[in-house]
């Protein structure tokens, strides 16, 4: 157990819906990664947060946004679905200095957009 | 720029063989972490090794063991002994010690260890 708590695990949903992922960091952790993972495809970088404000900006669409909550807990809203959102996606935390460097993944949330 | 290249996207073994893993890595960066995680069939990423781009060492942990070569810009991780439990994708990153903290993933290597 990587202490990093995704909600839902699954999702099934239309095209053109909304969705909130929801992310809970590990204890102690301030910083919180977000991660697209499509089929048969490598870890894609979204977006980062450190302490509530954002630090890092991927690949993400105009049609998805994030925050980072002051309980540090996350979330990722995927707003008008089309069906390549289909995808897995991972939240991880780290404590976001230059300490310590692994990050700790959650179980991910498998998003299916029909 | 940062990229990471794992070149090789699918690798079958019969139990009980050696395999080794490629990972070669691009940085400008003076200072970095290089890791491996392991993504079993479950789906979850699971942290195995983090090395410091100051300690050149390699590292070994049961099976498990790492080749970091800064000269090659590689982090090559082998299995010796392979299981069928260490079938998994293996996912090789970088991220810089300063900065964004932005971690780069490479597009991961599928294992299938065969019984």
């Known amino acids: 157990d990587s202490g990093v708590t995704q909600t839902p695990k699954h999702l099934i949903t239309a095209t053109g819906q909304r969705v909130t992922l929801r992310c809970s960091p590990r204890?102690?952790?301030?910083?919180v990664y977000w991660y697209q993972q499509s089929l048969d495809q490598g870890l894609q970088f979204l977006i980062q947060?450190?302490?509530?404000?954002?630090?890092a900006k991927g690949n993400i669409l105009e049609r998805f946004s994030a925050q980072q909550f002051p309980d540090l807990h996350s979330e990722l809203n995927l707003s008008s679905l089309e069906l390549g959102d289909s995808a897995l996606y991972f939240c991880?935390?780290?404590?976001?200095?230059?300490?310590?460097?692994?990050?700790?993944f959650g179980e991910g949330s498998r998003l299916t957009v029909l | 720029a940062q990229k990471v290249t794992q070149a090789q996207t699918e690798i079958s073994v019969v139990e009980k063989e050696d395999v080794t893993l490629d990972c070669v890595y691009e940085?400008?960066?003076?200072?970095?972490?290089l890791f491996w995680y392991k993504q079993p069939p479950s789906g979850e990423l699971v942290f195995l090794i983090r090395?410091?781009?100051?300690?050149?060492q390699n590292e070994i942990s049961g099976r498990y063991s790492w080749n970091f070569q800064k000269s090659t810009s590689s982090f090559n991780f082998t299995i010796t002994a392979s299981q069928v439990v260490d079938s998994a994708v293996y996912f090789c990153?970088?991220?810089?010690?300063?900065?964004?903290?932005?971690?780069?993933f490479g597009t991961g290597t599928r294992l299938k260890v065969l019984a």
């Open positions: 990153a970088l991220t810089p010690t300063s900065g964004t903290y932005k971690y780069i």
């Open positions: 991880a935390s780290g404590s976001g200095t230059r300490d310590t460097g692994e990050l700790f």
């Open positions: 940085t400008r960066d003076t200072t970095y972490y």
């Open positions: 090395r410091n781009s100051f300690d050149e």
């Open positions: 204890s102690g952790d301030l910083s």
């Open positions: 947060y450190y302490n509530g404000e954002e630090r």
